[in-house]
Every structure is written in structure tokens, then in C-alpha cells.
């Protein structure tokens, strides 16, 4: 279940009341609502790293019933009391030795019987009954096998080739599945089988592999049949990485998001320093402004299991070990392993157990990243003013690294306590040094003002001076000041409307797609680390030029109506397009701005998988035109329909209405002079 808002909703409630709330604060942080299971990064395990192994005895055919008992055995004994709770099964579950996937007569992923052979619910109530939690792998959109056979839908009159969009498209990371089109009526109903099945069999925890930019409804699609089937669990969208793009798509749906590449060296150890640990210091910063409470980034499992003892072994020594720790922690990334949890040695225990770096992940805050490059410095505040700074020597030979407290937002003398070593270093006036940081080493200390800093829950203050420049018929360059009082600020929205258009990190930036003269209204919000949002500026009125011939309007720039709704399109203007277009969907331009009546060119750029699909376009309070529309070969690719419509000087208004029929797919309308316009 996504959706975990009770205490923020409250206090929200309380705040527009004008009413002061007081939480009960716990080790520094704010108690939440026991149902807000995801307010937390989880903990726990994968058995992807193992799965990926080339050493011997691993490898694909190593998960098995017997084998994922052993990794809840060895968690129950020598984690869970930290707090490790997720046992996730990954890819293979519902697979052959030799990697073919197997379903149910409703499509429904089954269990392969020489891994599972009594199915996954008694592995679900073994791993329950050590007090721990199973999770479950799929992957975005529809496996081919299922549409070739034409499996019926459970519940519904529907099969499965129902639901793929026509012509078939592959989708996810891989293109190994068929794109599955979620205005069919019976496509929610398909997830909803298999998620209720995971819900029966005691499943916590799924995860949706090869999400890209264009899976975000898949992932909404899981976000609301988990809902539906009563049953919390957690959803990861995940990919290697998913794409910066869906950032803001996923949020509303999914707990946490992979947000770089596999950890795994896909070799005989789980990993190493340059495959592909290291990647993180660099990747991690273009999330920051995204991430945040229940929507964590996902940085992959952690290679911390053995590097002593037989079997399988991490690939990256102590040092990297301990380095990769504090990095997750601080990202407040969830923390979960990967390798062989029954050969855990002690070294890999006391990194992953150490209540005092734990909390840091836990304090459910992102950090902000004060320098970059080799010798980096992290910092994040937690619940309790204080500050957990984190210094990484990313070289290849020893380092000091130097935090000044200016660097940091404080002043006056600070007290430092080494995290890792769970031991007091004193008290400093103006900076701390950490000496001799090995290669690939690190050090974790939490600082303690004598002044404790305000909680990082304010809202930073407002930009200024937003000035609006280089106006065109469909651009507008905006400008700002940052505002003189806030520290820490990561980036800015841009408002249109009163809806964010953009999130960015200058203090400038150009808004594309407008309509040409047409009025709107700008303003920007700064955004902090820590994800907290300013008000909005001043507003700044601007009005477009007029069009000119040849202006595009974009199709997701007009007010929609009954079912349509803007989807992604990689080869769509602004990768975007307006779909759902049947049986009264609709869209409305409402300001086409012609400088003379007459007679234009109309040029409609649209997407149609299947023929004869068609449409109803009227020009202001004319009587409606029927326009019919071949097909583009696919519902990715745009062809365009040149019509003529007579409009009048200023002002018009254009609908496109797919009436009681399907209308295809629209991606934008371009118009130019077709005849020589009326004085």
C-alpha cells in the first residue's frame, strides 16, 4: 500500500486550523501512526546479489525453498534485533532451472515446483513465523508468454491479448514485455488478479523491475491493486536505474525507487569498488530534490555479508564495506544485503548493527551534499537539531578532510561524536578534521551545537525579484534571486498556473509549450534537502505573443474532458500526448489566437495504432466536422491529418471530441495560413 499520509494529513488539518500540534518525539524523531509502515526505509535482504554470482554453487539455480529458509534463519538469529526484517525473493521464483516462466490459467505468475515445490504461502508463513517479512519480484508490463497464450483475465470476460496496446509494443528496461494499454477496460483487473494472489499468500514486499519513464501507469497500476487488496505492502519501482525522468511520475505510487545501477559485479563475488559501488556518490545527488518520506531512494543492496568465511564473498574489503554503510545511511536509502546471509561474519554484523549509524537511515531525512568530488562532504539533520556529517575519501591513497562549521550553517562551538566507533571525539570551535581516511574509506561523526539549529521541518523562504524575459508566442525565460535566508536550498518549481511546471537548480530556466496570446501567471518555490518547499513568489503576469502561422499548440496544453488523459510518448513533442479519447474523452483549446479571420491550415499530429478511428472537431459555436483518421502503424508513432478550419481574429476556440467512438491519440495541432485572411 503507497499510501501512508495520516500524521502529515493531520498536521496539515491542524496547520490550516491555525492549531499548534505536538508530537511525541521518539530517539529524536517524530512517533508515527503504526499503519505509516513505509515512513522508514525498510531493512533487510535480497537474493538477487547470490542469483547473479557466477561462483560456483550459485547462481540462478541456487534460489530455492531450502535456500531462502536458511537466509530467514540466519536474519531471525543475527539481524532482526537491529531491525532487518525483508526476506525478497527476486527474479526466478516462478521459473525453470533453465529460466522459463511459468503462470497459472489466468496468467497469474505460479510458482516453479522444482523451487518451490509446496508453493510460496508455507515459505511466506516460515519466513512470518521468525517474525520477519517476504517480498516478491515482477517486472512492468505484460510477459509475452501470457499474451500468446490468451489467457481469460480472472473475474472478467476479458483475455489477455485485451489488454495489450495494438499494434504490440514492447516496454520496460529490457523490451521484454508487451506494453500494456490501462484504458482498457480490463487491464487493472489483470493486475489486480496477481496482486491478490500475492496478498493471499502473505506477501509484504513487491517489486517492479525495468521501470522507465513509460511504465509509470504500470506502477500505478500495482500502487492501486495493492490498495484494493487490503493487504500493506511495500512497492519498489526498479530498474538499473530507473530513469531521472519518472522521478516525479512514481512518486504518488511507489515507497522507494532504485535510483542507480546494479550493485553486482556479475562475477564470482557479489561486487567491487569500481562495479559498481563507487557509481552512487556521483549518481545519487540528481534524486535528491525528488526523494523524501515514502519515497525512498533505492541504491541496491548492500555487498556486507563475508569477506572471511566459505562460500560466496563480497568482493569489496572492510574499508568499503564500512564506506558503503554510511553512504546508505545517510541517503537514507533502504538498507538491505545481498549475498549468502547463512555465511555472515562477525565484521559484517558489527557494520550492519550499529545502532547509531542505523538511526541516521532511520531518521527518515535526505542529506544534502556540501562538496563534491574526490574528498566529498554529506551532511543531514536529524530529528533532534543535531547533524550527522559524513566525509568519503573516494581516492586511491590517504586523506584529511576538513568540515568547517560556516560550510555546515552553524556557528559557535560544536561537540563531535564518532558514529561508527560509538565514542566521543570533544568539542571544536570552529571545524573538525578527519585525518588519514584510507582509500575508499570514510567517517561518520554526528555534531552537536551548543546553539541547537532549528528542526529542518521549516518551509525556507520565498525566492525574489522573479522577473520574466524573452517572451515569445510559446516561451517565456524566467529569472529569480534566491532568498538571503535560507541555507541549504537544492532547487526551485516553477509554477504555471498555480501547477509545477519544472524543477530546477539554476535560478533561471525557459517554460516552453505556451499558447500563443494567451495570459498566464509564474511563480517559484525554493526546495530544501530535506524536501521541505517554500510558499510561492510573487506572482508574475505574462502574456504570449500572438500566433504566428505555423504555431503548434501541444495537445496536453488544452483542457481535457471524460476519460482523456496525458501519457508519455518517447517520440511525442515534449514526450508527451493526450490519450483515452473515446466515448466522450475530449480536448479543448481554448485560446488559438489568429490575428485575422479566415481561413487556416490545420495540421493534426497524431498517434493511431488500429484504423479508422476518428473524431469531431469544432471551431468555437460552428457545427461539428468529422474527420477520419488512418492508422500511424503503431501507438508510438506519430503521422499527421491536414484539414481546414475558419476561424476568427483574437480568440478561438478548438474541441476535439471522440463523441460515443475511439478517437486516436493526439500529440499536437500546428497551424498556418490557407487562404488570404478577411479584413
Not at 27 to 33: D, E, H, Q, R, T
Not at 228 to 237: C, N, P
Amino acid at each position: 500500500m503507497r499510501h501512508s499520509p495520516p500524521v502529515r494529513a493531520l498536521l496539515t488539518l491542524l496547520t490550516v486550523l491555525g492549531v499548534t500540534a505536538t508530537l511525541l518525539v521518539v530517539n529524536g524523531s517524530p512517533a508515527l501512526a503504526k499503519s505509516d509502515f513505509s515512513a522508514r526505509p525498510f531493512m533487510g535482504w535480497s537474493s538477487w546479489s547470490v542469483q547473479s554470482s557466477t561462483r560456483a554453487g550459485y547462481g540462478t539455480n541456487w534460489l530455492t525453498e531450502a535456500n531462502i529458509r536458511r537466509a530467514a534463519d540466519a536474519m531471525a538469529g543475527r539481524l532482526k534485533k537491529a531491525g532487518y526484517r525483508y526476506i525478497n525473493i527476486d527474479a526466478g521464483w516462478n521459473a525453470t532451472m533453465d529460466w522459463v516462466f511459468g503462470f497459472d490459467g489466468n496468467g497469474i505468475p505460479d510458482p516453479d515446483p522444482t523451487r518451490f515445490p509446496r508453493g510460496i504461502e508455507p515459505v511466506a508463513d516460515y519466513v512470518h513465523g521468525k517474525g520477519l517479512k517476504i517480498g516478491l519480484y515482477g517486472a512492468a508490463g505484460l510477459e509475452k508468454a501470457v499474451y500468446d497464450r490468451n489467457l481469460p483475465i480472472l473475474g472478467t470476460d476479458c483475455r489477455t491479448q485485451d489488454i495489450a496496446v495494438q499494434p504490440l509494443t514492447p516496454t520496460n528496461m529490457w523490451g521484454g514485455n508487451w506494453k500494456i494499454d490501462y484504458s482498457r477496460p480490463c487491464a487493472q483487473a489483470y493486475i489486480d488478479s496477481i496482486v491478490a494472489r500475492l496478498a493471499s499468500w502473505g506477501v509484504d514486499f513487491i517489486k517492479i523491475d525495468g521501470t522507465t519513464a513509460d511504465n509509470v501507469a504500470d506502477i500505478e497500476a500495482w500502487s492501486r491493486a495493492i490498495d484494493r487488496a487490503g493487504r500493506s505492502m511495500w512497492l519498489t519501482a526498479s530498474a538499473w536505474p530507473v530513469p531521472r525522468a519518472a522521478g516525479e511520475g512514481l512518486k504518488p505510487h511507489a515507497n522507494s525507487v532504485r535510483v542507480d545501477t546494479d550493485i553486482e559485479c556479475y562475477c564470482d563475488t557479489v561486487s567491487s569498488w569500481t562495479s559498481s559501488v563507487d557509481d552512487r556518490w556521483n549518481d545519487l545527488p540528481a534524486w535528491l530534490d525528488v526523494v523524501g518520506p515514502n519515497y525512498w531512494p533505492d541504491l541496491d543492496s548492500m555487498p556486507i555479508v563475508n569477506n572471511t568465511g566459505k562460500g560466496l564473498q563480497d568482493g569489496v574489503n572492510d574499508v568499503e564495506r564500512q564506506s558503503v554503510m554510511t553512504f546508505w545511511s545517510m541517503a537514507s536509502s533502504p538498507l538491505y544485503v545481498g549475498g549468502d546471509l547463512a555465511n555472515l561474519d562477525a565484521k559484517a554484523v558489527s557494520i550492519l548493527t550499529n545502532p547509531e549509524v542505523i538511526a541516521v537511515d532511520q531518521a527518515g531525512r535526505i542529506p544534502s551534499r556540501v562538496t563534491g568530488g574526490t574528498l566529498q562532504t554529506w551532511k543531514k539533520q536529524l530529528g533532534d537539531g543535531t547533524l550527522a556529517v559524513a566525509v568519503y575519501n573516494l581516492g586511491d591513497s590517504p586523506a584529511d578532510i576538513t568540515v568547517r562549521w560556516a560550510d555546515l550553517g552553524i556557528v559557535g562551538p560544536a561537540k563531535v561524536r564518532d558514529l561508527v566507533a560509538r565514542r566521543n571525539l570533544g568539542k571544536f570551535p570552529e571545524t573538525w578534521q578527519a585525518t588519514a581516511i584510507p582509500a575508499h574509506g570514510s567517517r561518520l561523526v554526528r555534531i552537536t551545537p551548543e546553539v541547537i539549529l532549528p528542526p529542518d521541518t521549516e518551509a525556507p523562504t520565498a525566492p525574489t525579484d522573479v522577473r520574466a524575459t524573452d517572451v515569445t508566442a510559446t516561451d517565456v525565460t524566467l529569472s529569480w534571486s534566491p532568498s538571503t535566508d535560507n541555507v541549504g536550498v537544492t532547487g526551485y518549481d516553477v509554477y504555471q498556473d498555480g501547477t509545477v511546471k519544472a524543477t530546477v537548480t539554476d535560478t533561471t530556466t525557459t517554460v516552453t509549450g505556451l499558447n500563443p496570446g494567451t495570459s498566464y501567471t509564474f511563480g517559484v518555490r525554493a526546495r530544501d534537502a530535506a524536501g521541505n518547499v517554500s510558499p510561492p513568489s510573487a506572482a508574475v503576469a505574462v502574456t504570449t505573443s500572438p500566433a504566428a502561422p505555423g504555431t503548434s499548440y501541444e495537445a496536453e496544453s488544452g483542457t481535457l474532458s471524460g476519460r482523456a488523459r496525458v501519457v508519455s510518448c518517447t517520440a511525442c513533442s515534449g514526450g508527451q500526448k493526450v490519450g483515452d479519447l473515446y466515448q466522450g474523452g475530449a480536448v479543448t483549446l481554448g485560446d488559438v489566437t489568429v490575428p485575422a479571420a479566415g481561413t487556416y491550415l490545420l495540421t493534426i499530429t497524431y498517434i493511431a495504432g488500429d484504423p479508422t478511428r476518428s473524431v469531431f472537431l469544432t471551431a468555437n459555436d460552428g457545427p461539428a466536422t468529422t474527420l477520419s483518421f488512418p492508422s500511424t502503424g503503431s501507438w508510438d508513432t506519430p503521422g499527421d491529418l491536414t484539414t481546414t478550419v475558419t476561424l476568427r481574429a483574437g480568440t478561438n476556440t478548438l474541441t476535439f471530441d471522440s463523441g460515443t467512438g475511439y478517437s486516436p491519440d493526439f500529440d499536437k495541432f500546428t497551424l498556418s495560413p490557407a487562404s488570404s485572411p478577411k479584413s
